[in-house]
């Protein structure tokens, strides 16, 4: 019995391939005729394409980096060396002396704090401010260096300031 199931496999086996065979060679000429036509598609030229109306009105806007905005807002930090007033009385304070248009206020920490501008008159206001200057703040922009610190070695006594 093993034998005639054995041999009968084969058989089915043997008939399938030779069909597996026959349907191969058949497809073959369809698919190529497919892949010719997707292969017609993606080299098409582009005329053959729909045309879009082409709008007056619609025009490129040239997009650049690092130009300066209309209406960009303007950052100044605060900085003393004793602790700075709180909230509100620092809120108090800028208000006495006439400091409008303040967008943001963030304490880094006691003794700094970034307050962000609408517009740079009101930057300019508080900056120039000269009660506040007199309470010892300092002000500064982000990216300007107001001073530099640093040891000078080898100088000769006899030079000048100049």
Same mark, same amino acid.
């Given at each position: #019995?093993?034998? /005639?199931?054995?041999?009968?496999? +084969?058989? #089915? /086996?043997?008939i399938?391939?030779?069909n597996? +065979?026959?349907?191969?060679?058949?497809?073959?000429?369809?698919?190529?005729? %497919?892949?010719?036509?997707?292969?017609?598609? +993606?080299?098409?030229?582009? !005329?053959?394409?729909?045309?879009?109306?082409?709008?007056?009105?619609?025009?490129?806007?040239?997009? !650049?980096? /690092?130009?300066?905005?209309?209406?960009?807002?303007?950052?100044?930090?605060?900085?003393?060396?004793?602790?700075?007033?709180? %909230?509100?009385?620092?809120?108090?304070?800028?208000?006495?002396?006439?400091? #409008?248009?303040?967008?943001?206020?963030?304490?880094?920490?006691?003794?700094?704090? @970034?307050?962000? @501008? +609408?517009?740079?008159?009101?930057?300019?206001?508080?900056?120039?401010?000269?009660?506040?200057?007199?309470?010892?703040?300092? @002000?500064q922009?982000?990216?300007?260096?107001?001073?530099?610190?640093?040891?000078?070695?080898?100088?000769?006594?006899?030079?000048?300031?100049?």
């Amino acid at each position: #019995m093993d034998e /005639n199931q054995i041999s009968e496999e +084969e058989a #089915m /086996n043997s008939i399938l391939i030779e069909n597996n +065979e026959q349907e191969t060679e058949i497809c073959l000429p369809e698919k190529s005729a %497919q892949c010719q036509a997707m292969i017609y598609d +993606e080299v098409r030229p582009i !005329s053959s394409k729909r045309r879009r109306e082409e709008d007056e009105e619609e025009r490129w806007i040239t997009v !650049s980096r /690092n130009g300066k905005r209309v209406g960009q807002k303007v950052d100044v930090y605060i900085n003393c060396f004793e602790k700075l007033p709180k %909230q509100f009385a620092l809120a108090k304070l800028l208000k006495t002396n006439n400091v #409008m248009h303040i967008s943001r206020v963030k304490y880094v920490n006691a003794y700094k704090v @970034f307050v962000q @501008f +609408e517009c740079e008159e009101s930057a300019d206001e508080l900056m120039n401010s000269t009660p506040l200057k007199e309470l010892g703040w300092r @002000f500064q922009k982000p990216l300007e260096v107001a001073f530099s610190y640093g040891v000078i070695k080898d100088i000769e006594l006899e030079m000048t300031e100049k």
